[in-house]
């Protein structure tokens, strides 16, 4: 699943997997938007709210939306100590271990949102009430996003669309210009387009899935991305297994 960029002749079953984590995505920022009005894989959105708030005096709400995406950072910072710093001191990365967290903060939203610990499904944000549901996304976001970021040497975001989407329109004019008589620059660059229109359909799949289930089971939805969240960690961990045996970290 890692040890991949976008550029590379990339396996069909490493491809499902991104696939399925920009499928996660996309069902989670539906979760959050039908929960409580709030996009949460992207940071975005949080400062122009925070903004917003700030003008119009509702002070607390404004401090509430410059503080949550400190957890997108935080959950990256988290991934970086669980990867990166073990790759760089020669120790195994502990991608299994990410998603694992990715999958506790699902569970951990599904169940507090079951269990009454936030605010009412559909309501408008409340940062009061919403806070805890907002750190628990946006760190499993930030977790997810810096974990897939480091495995493809950043060729891939599966959290969020503007970098593909960007990399898309680069990448149709680098078709355009491609000499014809160079079948290997030609076949390598529409198979990374090919890669990233099926990551933008899975996250746009996901929005459509987890809109649709969200709706009828409300917080209990977010046990779809946990368990997505799951099967990746044990992709992962059987890959880190196979490295071990290898020699490969």
């Known amino acids: 699943m890692y040890r991949h960029t976008i550029k590379e002749q990339v396996p069909a079953w490493t491809v499902f997997n991104w696939s399925l984590l920009a499928f996660?995505?996309?069902?989670?920022?539906?979760?959050?938007?039908?929960?409580?009005?709030?996009?949460?894989?992207?940071?975005?959105?949080?400062?122009?709210?925070?903004?917003?708030?700030?003008?119009?005096?509702?002070?607390?709400?404004?401090?509430?939306?410059?503080?949550?995406?400190?957890?997108?950072?935080a959950g990256a910072m988290g991934s970086a100590l669980l990867v990166n710093r073990r790759i760089e001191t020669g120790r195994e990365p502990r991608y299994d271990l990410v998603m694992l967290l990715v999958a506790a903060c699902m569970?951990?939203?599904?169940?507090?949102?079951?269990?009454?610990?936030?605010?009412?499904?559909?309501?408008?944000?409340?940062?009061?009430?919403?806070?805890?549901?907002l750190v628990l996304l946006c760190g499993a976001s930030g977790l997810q996003n810096a974990a897939i970021t480091?495995?493809?040497?950043?060729?891939?975001?599966?959290?969020?669309?503007?970098?593909?989407a960007t990399d898309l329109g680069i990448g149709f004019v680098k078709i355009l210009y491609t000499n014809l008589d160079d079948r290997t620059a030609m076949t390598r660059r529409v198979r990374t387009q090919g890669i990233r229109i099926v990551l933008v359909f899975s996250f746009i799949l996901g929005s459509v899935a987890g809109a649709w289930l969200f709706i009828e089971v409300h917080y209990l939805g977010f046990l779809l991305p946990a368990a997505i969240?799951?099967?990746?960690a044990r992709v992962a961990r059987k890959?880190?297994?196979?490295?071990?045996?290898?020699?490969v970290y």
């Not at 951990?108 to 549901?133: E, K, M």
């Not at 040497?153 to 970098?163: A, D, I």
């Not at 969240?229 to 990746?232: D, I, N, R, S, W």
């Open 107 to 133: 569970v951990l939203s599904a169940l507090g949102g079951h269990f009454h610990w936030f605010g009412r499904f559909g309501d408008v944000a409340h940062i009061q009430s919403d806070f805890f549901l």
């Open 239 to 247: 890959e880190q297994q196979g490295d071990r045996k290898g020699g």
């Open 24 to 73: 996660l995505s996309g069902s989670v920022n539906a979760g959050a938007f039908l929960g409580c009005a709030r996009f949460v894989t992207h940071v975005t959105g949080f400062a122009t709210h925070f903004g917003v708030d700030m003008v119009e005096g509702r002070f607390v709400d404004a401090l509430g939306m410059l503080t949550v995406p400190v957890f997108f950072v």
């Open 150 to 164: 480091s495995a493809s040497k950043g060729s891939v975001r599966s959290t969020h669309l503007t970098g593909i």
């Open 229 to 232: 969240a799951l099967h990746v």
